[in-house]
Every structure is written in C-alpha cells, then in structure tokens.
C-alpha cells in the first residue's frame, strides 16, 4: 500500500472514529451541558442561505434579506461575509432550551459546524476543542489510539493562538 493509501485510509479511520466518539460522549452530554454551544456565547455559526432561511423562518428573498441586513434592520446576531452568513451571541433558533436539544438535528438545515463540533477529522489530523466540556482529551485519544491499532500513536498539540483548539495526529510506532 502507497503512503498516500495509507494517509487516506487513517484519515477515514480517523474521521470514523471522531464521529463515534461524539455520538458515545459528546451528544449524550448535551441535554445536560452547563454551556451549551447552541447558545453562540463564544462559538460562530457558518451557514449557507437555506439555513437562514429555515431556521429563522424567513419568508422573504435573499436579496431582500440582504438589503435589510445591510440596513441594520436584519436579525442582529447575524452577519454576512463571502456569500455567507455568521450567526453569534444569541442561541441559534433551533435550540430549544426547555429540553437542551436541536430542532433540527438530523436535518438538511442543521449546520455542518454544528455537526462536526467538538470532534472532526481534518487534513488526516483530528481536531478536538476544548471548550465543549464533554470532550475528555485522555478519553478521545485513547479512543483514537484503538481506531487506528498498535501499529500507530497519537501525538497531541495545542494551537498556541487558541489553546483550547487540540490537533490529535497519527505517527508510525506504538507505545513502547
């Protein structure tokens, strides 16, 4: 098997095993979660226009919307930029907080960030953050380690400009 077989082989491994982890610890955590990330107190929502549409129940044209957001007359957590939109410091509409779960989990309007937060397998790494109180570092690497077998160890590194941002890669060689 080439290099790049095998890059791409751990990368799957790696991504399978991220979205275990989040279903076994990370989702059944949320309904008690002290800070759920639902509430964008210190996380951002990127969305696409469908989205938007959707989840704040708009029935107006993107156009429109546009026009309105520009004017400060648009919904004010959100904000558009590169032909998207940002939604921050209010909860997003599909969280319901009298039972702490999604509206739309398992849905097309769901986020992509929202599906892959904490936990997501990118560029062959795993990336784990932090700031999800679910998320157990010792437990998520342990998890990885057996994903991807003896043959391999997972070596962890901080982002020294957001600390809570953990990459989990895979080197050759086991423990010992």
Request: hydrophobic fraction near 40%; charged fraction near 25%.
């Amino acid at each position: 098997m080439s290099a790049r077989d095998t890059r791409r082989r751990l990368a799957t491994e790696l991504a399978a095993a991220a979205a275990a982890y989040q279903v076994a610890a990370v989702i059944p955590h949320c309904a008690q979660c002290a800070k759920p990330c639902c509430r964008l107190d210190v996380l951002v929502l990127e969305l696409e226009w469908k989205q938007v549409k959707v989840l704040w129940k708009l029935g107006e044209s993107r156009p429109a919307f546009d026009r309105r957001l520009a004017a400060g007359q648009g919904p004010e957590e959100i904000r558009a930029g590169n032909g998207l939109y940002y939604a921050h410091s209010k909860p997003c509409p599909a969280y319901d907080q009298s039972c702490g779960a999604c509206r739309v989990y398992g849905q097309e309007a769901k986020p992509e960030g929202c599906t892959d937060f904490p936990v997501y397998e990118d560029g062959g790494a795993v990336i784990a953050d932090l700031r999800c109180e679910a998320v157990n570092l010792d437990a998520l690497t342990a998890w990885l380690a057996r994903a991807v077998g003896p043959s391999w160890r997972i070596v962890s590194s901080a982002d020294p400009e957001f600390p809570f941002l953990v990459t989990l890669e895979v080197k050759r060689g086991g423990k010992g």
